[in-house]
């Protein structure tokens, strides 16, 4: 099978606004990484061509990532249904080699270096994989979505990269494998599945909130009243009354073992000190088992909030209309860690203030609906899943890393899309959309 195709053009059928969209972004970026890196001493020329700074690396990224783009604008679709399977397992093969071959970047092993002093992340790429890999399995002629074995399979595949993500210490990878509910529900993912994992980040927050014996007698109260005031119905129906109580007693169990588990032995101590700080609560690390030093005593020592508070700073002291280009003081003085990556929202703040970041807001959200839209028109389930799949990974993206500047939720690590420096994260955008408008351009086949 050939893997270009001689019957479409460069141009035929893909959506501009996307690709417009996608430049704009990936410009500003650059812009962003540049305010927060420029040195007023140094030679622009000289700097770009060296390629020394993240803002000419990124330079770099972005023309390999363009050149990426055309490529998979020149190939045929029915390649990307071929390869999905095999794709996704040579995704985890690799995620799994980063336990042997990868080093450790700021506590993370789960980057590959590669030549010129690059460096792969195989989380980052899988997620292409897994979008790939979940759309083909859906979309056999033999998957019937409505049945729960299908939502076990599809979760597994998802949850198996989120696993590997968690034990390479990438909490934040990890969480953006969710995002491919948004495409399991559009399928016929029941509501109830949701609604149930909704419930249990409630319950989570609540036993954070207050304290555990006070929350369990508000649960007891409240199932002794609904029983109470159902009797007669439950009479009728005694398997209504074993529903009740079994959800009593889930939820008793993740108030007083589930929640302090997951924050003692699966969070490491920063981790659960953000959570904590978010709702104005301090955590003790001593309890933390993942706290424990090479000899074998316990770190007590409990890290601050010191990036979100000078990332607030940050934006805060952009106001309105912002301090203008290159006139930042928190970005320019780098008092925001992280300011070229994770917490690159903050020097769009500074600079532009408030109206700055509410376009580029306005432009991330056209281009979402601009995806569904996309989506929507699909005749192949194929193509819808994987248009699905990457309307979630990038509201996953955008939501959690704005939300995390700004202080609404904790530091997890994860880039803004196409705006944070980083050659992996920038190739693997890149290539969620570039797929996206090749599978689109053929959207009248049906892919399986």
Known sequence: MSTVSNQNSFSKGTDLAVIILYFAMVTIGIMCIFMV????????????????NSYSKQIYFALFCGIVGVFILL???????ALANISYVVGILLMIATFFLGKNVNGSKSWIPIAGGFNL?????????????????????????TKLKSHLLAAGMIALPALLSIMQHEMGLALVYSAFLFAMYREGLPPIILIVALSFAILVIATLLLDPIIL???????????????????????????VVLSIWAISFGTIRYAVPYIFNNVFECYQSTRIYSMIGKEYDCSQNNKSVSVSGKKNGKKPDDYNVKQSKIAIGSGGFLGRGFLKGTQTRGKYV??????????????????????????????????????????????????????VGIFFFHIAVNISMTIGLFPVVGIPLPLISYGGSSLLTFTVLIFILLRLDADRQMVLR
């Open 75 to 81: 190939m045929d679709s029915k390649f990307f249904t």
């Open 216 to 242: 369990a007698i508000i649960l007891t109260t409240i199932a002794a009243i609904f029983i109470s005031s159902m009797l007669k119905k439950f009479k009728k129906n005694k398997n209504a009354i074993l």
């Open 121 to 145: 992340q195989p989380a980052e790429l899988c997620k292409i994989f897994t979008a790939l890999f979940l759309a083909k399995y859906i979309s056999k002629p033999e998957t019937d979505f």
């Open 37 to 52: 890196e420029f040195n007023p001493t140094n030679s622009l020329s000289s700097s770009l061509v060296a390629g020394k």
């Open 337 to 390: 860690p992280e300011q070229n990556t994770d917490f690159i929202f903050t020097s769009l703040g500074e600079a532009f203030g408030f109206v700055g970041t509410a376009t580029f807001m306005g432009l991330y959200l056209f281009f979402l609906f601009r995806i569904i839209r996309i989506a929507e028109r699909q005749r192949s389930t194929f193509s819808r899943v994987y248009a699905y799949s990457v």
